[in-house]
């Protein structure tokens, strides 16, 4: 009942808008780099204090924090602990390595050149809908080899799964019930006509493994929903994020466009400003003691990863989009052996987001009048819609 509590609590604060979110990370930080918050949630807030969480996993159990109702799954590999969590990491680090996504380049920058096309010629977007929320879809259906016709479906599961989770309301444990067997049994018989039949993508390389790097069907599945929690609804925010920073501050973007060199530390400064998952869950297996504050064995822990990226101590406008700043790092992609197996991908999506649209839509604008907010409470943090207004490109769409 703690965790519930504390994440009950967390679900009231106000977030919604930019000067918001801002406030909570700031008041968070203020009340110390480890104390014990809402619910008997403890926070760690600073940079020693998440960075000795990330170093030391076993101290800092992820075990069990991600159940997902009774699926015969288990998250992989993202909530298994050592040693158990080195094979899986062993397999799948080298599937979504540069060299990989580099590979995957052109189809990616097809798929969301083709998405902006859709609209470049009509003057007004809502990049959420019509950018931000298919784009990651497809390119996981592409990178796992699965139909493109079903992006739709798996979008609309991920939304429950995500917005709608039975820790912020336990009203919602039948309808999220039902998307997580939905989603389930969508994968299981791909996953066994690829063993059967593999081809050329990830799924059927994972699938092709013996002796150690052998993976069961449920693991298999649990892979593949964690990357579908992971992967999509995360890049969905930054790619939304970015386009917001990009349209409400017209010098910003006009330095992008006139190089686009600047495209890469732009995404470091929006992945550092809006995480689209600001907070890590973790459980202590011992008495452990951190930035001197002793924690007791069994206690909910929180890495407030968002808090981190705002120090003051560590960079100089911690509150806003720095380019100068860019190389300063940030652990918007978690640290440790638990560091994100996607960012590679994320990155890279981004990128290709921001050199299509820029150079089919150099100029624009929020639509006048409106206010982007963020979905909250959600499992994950991005902009409910992002009307953008600019000039119709000449014989687009």
Known sequence: MAEESA????????????????????????????????????????????????????????TGLMALHDLPIEYVPSAIDPPEHHRYRHIL?????????????????????????????RGACDAIEELAVPYPTAVFLAVFGLPLEDRDRLIDWVKVLIEKSPQL?????????????????????????KRADPG???????????????????EVIGMCILFCLAGLDTVTGAVGFMLYYLARDPGLRRRIVDDPEL??????????????????????????????????????????????????????HPDEIDLDQADRGHVTFGGGIHRCLGSHLARREMRLVAEEFLAQIPEFEIAPGFQPEIMWPSGTLHLRSLPLEFPARTGGS
């Open 169 to 193: 309301d336990p009203n919602f444990v039948d309808e999220n019930r039902t998307a997580a067997w939905e989603i389930y049994n969508y994968l299981a018989p791909f996953v066994e006509a």
């Open 93 to 121: 680090d080298p599937m979504l390595a540069p060299r990989v996504v580099n590979a995957m380049e052109d189809e990616l920058r097809a798929q969301v050149r083709d998405l902006v096309s859709s609209f470049a010629g």
């Open 263 to 316: 495209i890469n530390p732009l995404i470091e400064e929006v992945l550092r400003l809006e995480p689209p998952a600001p907070m890590f869950p973790r459980t202590t297996t011992e008495d452990v003691e951190v930035c001197g504050v002793p924690i007791p064995k069994g206690s909910r822990v929180m890495l407030v990863l968002a808090a981190v990226n705002r120090s003051d101590e560590k960079y100089d």
């Open 7 to 62: 994440v009950s609590q967390m679900a009231k604060l106000s977030m919604a808008h930019q000067e918001e979110r801002t406030a909570v990370w700031q008041a968070l930080r203020a009340r110390g780099p480890v104390y014990e918050g809402p619910g008997g949630m403890w926070m760690l807030t600073s940079p020693e204090a998440v960075q000795y969480a990330h170093r030391n996993p076993k101290l800092f159990s992820s």
């Open 200 to 218: 050329d993508d990830m799924l059927s390389q994972v699938l092709a493994g013996e002796g150690v790097d052998h993976m069961t069907t449920e």
